[in-house]
């Protein structure tokens, strides 16, 4: 099986709704979204290790991305009571997160290391992060910065493909993506 094929098989097996694969060129990038970040509309900004300002510089961020010529981009879907469910919203994050864990653990045996995988904003795998309290980050290695930390418009990059930005109402879509050289491990 070719490795596209193992990829989205993982993904789906991990739990996600859809996958596909991409190459890196289409991937659309743009520094506004640290702005976005600056805002600090879900309260994080400085607050996690995985997130800006802490994740790294946006141009730097970019410019890795840029370097690879092809990415695994999945998503999760998950119901909402009503569009002011923002605890059905934090779960669906927390179960994305955990969705990204479980593909995380797959991508070991099928790609050469160096490979970079991002997920939703904000490192859920504490229940609170350790940054505010300056102490070092408890899973360094498992660790995952979201799409969006990277300057990775999501809305414009799987545009085309079999993933859709939005799903329905009162629904909740989450987004993963996994940018890698093509050799199997
Ligand atoms: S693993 Fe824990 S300490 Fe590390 S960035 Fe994520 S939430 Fe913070």
Do not use: W
Not at 16 to 31: E, Y
Not at 69 to 96: N, R, V
């Amino acid at each position: 099986m070719p490795l596209d094929e193992h990829l989205i098989k993982a993904a789906l097996h991990a739990g996600a709704a859809r996958a596909t694969v991409i190459p890196g060129g289409q991937v659309v990038l743009s520094s506004a979204f640290r702005d976005m970040c600056q805002a600090n509309a879900c309260g994080k900004y400085g607050k996690c290790y995985m997130c800006p300002p802490d994740v790294g510089e946006i141009e730097g961020l970019m410019a890795i991305v840029r370097g690879y010529p092809m990415a695994l981009a999945y998503q999760s879907i998950s119901p909402l009571e009503d569009s002011f469910d923002f605890e059905g919203m934090e779960a669906a994050g927390l179960k994305h997160v955990r969705l990204s864990q479980r593909l995380g653990k797959a991508l070991k045996e099928l790609l050469v290391p160096g490979y970079l995988h991002l997920t939703c904003g904000g490192c859920r795998l504490c229940e609170s992060c350790l940054k505010p309290e300056g102490l070092p980050c408890r899973f360094p290695d498992e660790a995952m910065p979201s799409v969006e930390s990277y300057g990775i418009d999501v809305y414009n990059t799987v545009k085309g493909t079999g993933l859709k930005y939005i799903n329905g109402t009162n629904t909740v879509t989450y987004f993963g993506m996994v940018f890698f050289h093509p050799q199997e491990a």
